[in-house]
């Protein structure tokens, strides 16, 4: 999973701090709601991922 690919779709706003060789920091910024919804999809994936497995 994507993280930042998903706190993208969550409405996230995501900045790129440094790069430092090949580590690369970021900050992520948000709403509440973006955060909620950053939570429901995570739920959604996880859930997802469970029925897979079974």
Known sequence: ???LNVARQS???IVLDARIGQQEYHSVHSSVAA???FAALIEAAK???TKEQH
């Open 1 to 3: 999973m994507d993280i």
């Open 47 to 49: 859930q997802a991922e």
């Open 35 to 37: 955060l909620e919804r």
């Open 11 to 13: 409405g996230m706003t």
